[in-house]
């Protein structure tokens, strides 16, 4: 059918006025995969969520979804991607069902059953404006939506915002069963990344200007790990060696994280004649090997 | 793709439609009660005789009556677009961009043509009751010029809502207020009959610059 | 399309500069420029003008005598004879005519017509008065009339409906003298504010002149005989008090004349030119003379006229040279200017101009 990769982004450069946000990003996203996109605020995932749905054209560089430029696709094309924009917007002036019938008629593979399946557990009355809707009611209005629609690709603008953890769960839960069972590729970002490490296959981690790694999370976590030790008081640690992701002095307690097993940390310390003891080497979550990555700050 | 884009705008809109038809009709129906009276206290003829000899034409009350209701109407129609970017929403959809506000603008534009037609049949039905053709005819076009400001007023309060920045907007308006201007510039009856093909086509125009709004929507304008 | 979006917003934003900066400019630059009044006299023989200064009113005559206030009145005794009476000074005989107030009241008289009067929409709908009902007062009538391509119709005021009756009469009235349907001006002064009513002057299809009123319910239709080769262009039904004359009327060349009530007979004024739709005109009269300002953007020109025969007594003119250097600089810094309204008609429409302001 199309190219390996649903998504397939090249050497995208975008400023706002005159402030860079990045500079030849490229990444692709294979059929069948869930990406998390991650990074600190600022760092660019509206804007490459903007770029991806169409409604950012980048400074230059182009982005491919099923093999075609989205700011000139194919306006038919659009009926394969499900779209949720940031906040589960959509349009409250209409009740659940007004809202079924509007979007069905877009979509011929349209899947009735697998809306109200959902519609049936939020316990609102047919009739009922989405405005009257709790943000949690209204995320699952936007996923019934989507997951009626059955589009092969799914990109998910923030989808974590304003869910309490009930919610955000059940929407996690949803999704991951409907993608892996319908072999959907999701493309995703959201604030909250303890949500993501139950749901995403790879993710892509974005620092100031450009993407830091791109992985599959398990891959992330196996190698990723975080080490502590102590150092005699006083001790300053310039760091020397871009093996060690931004180390942190606290009183004398040191912590880094590294792609690294702990014996080659040892040698890598010994040989920077580190005066270190106590070493403790723990495998992380996502949100750690997040943190470990971006730095705090 | 057109029933569901109506379908959209009809669900927004319904209850504003039902208001806008009820004030216009209050407001048609008020200024004929107002002649009913001249009539019923100072007769008939003096109510042809102030309109020959004073130019007096008993609906001036109606003047910005369809520019209100064209302008809330765009506002009721395209503010719910933009909040929230639920333009990204509507642009998402698997039909041409430009084709669907264009669907959009047209279901407007119907809507206000509905409204304001049935207050041009219902001064018609009365006032060919009462007085002359000419006189009719008289009423008719100058109150022409006014509800042709109404469909002006909805095309540019839609390019104004549908523009994505604040400071471009403000030019907007700016540019709208003296568009606008220009339909309210005399208050002779009949002043604007030979004027009013330009006025009409270039109302007509309008309708590109919201694509010019939705354009720049896609391109990413923003604060 | 995107392109043509921008072009049309690029347009609407030079159409509106256009528009708006030479108003704006005008409106804080713009300064009243006002005529001085002017006015013929008899006694002196010259004109006699009152011109405003930075020392208050100054009263002169074009040989450059200066007069007092009193001095002014009598020098203008038709004009001021209210302030003559009341200070016992109108003399008792003038030029070998006998004055009283009662004369001068009804010999004097002002007319005046701007172009906006002209350039306007017009209904099309004319009430006809009883011309002579009987009644000290005129009172307006219960139907109006229009004139179609072959008949005239009345229509009844009350029902809205055609008075069939009236319709033919004044049909075959107007067609028994000669009237080809239909008609090209229809000038009247349908309004009960004045003292008597001579109901109508029309021109027809061929542009011959009609004099149509009401006499006591009947129709009165009379053919007025006008020198070949005159066009009727505008016609102004005067209905003064002396009734002496009936009407003010321009032809094609802008020729100005005088229709008299009696005789019918058209008089052609001594005045250049006349262009009721760019021209203001002001006709003040008396017993003795009459003073026609004819005023556009180029100047005023006076024609003092005796009354008697309509002869030219003395001519003069006061050219528009004021252009002040405001005005000189807006039309350099607006070589085009758009408006759209204008006080020469009641139209709106686009209007541009270039040059200087004025």
Known sequence: MYMESVIECKNLTHYYGKRLIYENLSFSVPQGRILGLLGKNGTGKTTTINILSGYLRPRSGECLVFGENVQTMNPARRRDIGLLIEGHVQYTFMNISQIEKFYSQFYPKWNKDAYYELMEKLKVAPGQRISRMSCGQRSQVALGLILAQNPELLVLDDFSLGLDPGYRRLFIEYLHEYAKAENKTVFLTSHIIQDMERLIDDCIILDYGKILIQQPVSTLLDNLRRFTFTVPEGYSWQIADDKFYHPSLIRNHIETYAFLKQEDVEQELREMQVPYTELKCENVNLEDAFIGLTGKY | MLKPILYKEWIKTRWYFLLAILVSIGFTGYSLLRVNRVIGLKGMEHLWQVMLERDVIFIDLQMYIPLIIGILLAIVQFVPEIQQSRLKLTLHLPYPHYRIIAVMLLYGILVLLVCFVFNFIFMSVYFIGILAGELVKHILMTALTWYIAGFTGYLLTAWICLEPTWKRRILNIVIAVCVLRVFFLSAVPEAYNSFLPVLIGYTSLTVLLSMLSVYRFKTGQQD | ?358
């Open chain 3, 1 to 358: 399309m995107i392109r043509y979006s921008r072009l049309l917003l690029y347009f609407t934003i030079v159409v509106l500069l256009l528009w708006i900066l030479p108003w704006m400019y005008n409106f804080l630059t713009a300064r009243a420029n006002k005529t001085p009044f002017t006015l013929y006299s008899s006694v002196i023989d010259d004109y006699a003008v009152l011109q405003p200064s930075d020392k208050g009113v100054v009263r002169k005559d074009l040989g450059g005598n200066v007069y007092s206030e009193s001095e002014f009145d009598s020098i203008l005794p038709m004009f001021y004879y209210r302030q003559l009476i009341a200070d016992g000074r109108l003399p008792e005989r003038m030029k070998g005519v006998e004055l009283n107030p009662k004369v001068i009241q009804t010999e004097n008289f002002i007319f005046r017509h701007s172009p906006d009067e002209s350039n306007r929409p017009v209904i099309g709908l004319y009430p006809l008065l009883e011309s002579s009902s009987g009644r000290v007062d005129l009172v307006m009538p219960e139907d109006v009339f229009h004139i179609d391509n072959d008949c005239i119709e009345f229509i009844d005021i009350k029902s809205n409906c055609v008075d069939e009756k009236k319709s033919q009469l004044f049909t075959k009235a107007l067609q028994k003298k000669g009237f080809i349907f239909p008609a090209r001006i229809i000038a009247g002064n349908p309004t009960t504010r004045k003292d008597y009513d001579e109901g109508y002057l029309l021109t027809d299809k061929e542009n011959n002149l009609f004099h149509m009123k009401q006499v006591v319910g009947r129709s009165f239709v009379r053919k007025i005989d006008i020198p070949e080769g005159i066009v009727i262009n505008h016609i102004f039904l005067t209905e003064f008090k002396n009734r002496k004359i009936l009407a003010f009327l321009t032809d094609k060349q802008n020729r100005l004349y005088v229709l008299l009530t009696k005789s019918y007979r058209l008089i052609s004024l001594p005045v250049t030119q006349f262009d009721p739709t760019r021209q203001s005109i002001s006709v003040i009269g008396n017993l003795f003379d009459w003073t026609i300002n004819i005023s556009d953007d180029n100047g005023d020109e006076y024609y003092a006229i005796d009354a008697r025969d309509y002869g030219l007594l003395k001519r003069m003119e006061r050219p528009n040279n004021t252009v002040s250097l405001s005005e000189k600089i807006g039309g350099y810094i607006f070589p085009v200017r758009l408006t759209f309204t204008s006080l020469k008609d009641k139209w709106v429409k686009a209007r541009f101009a270039s040059g200087g302001f004025n």
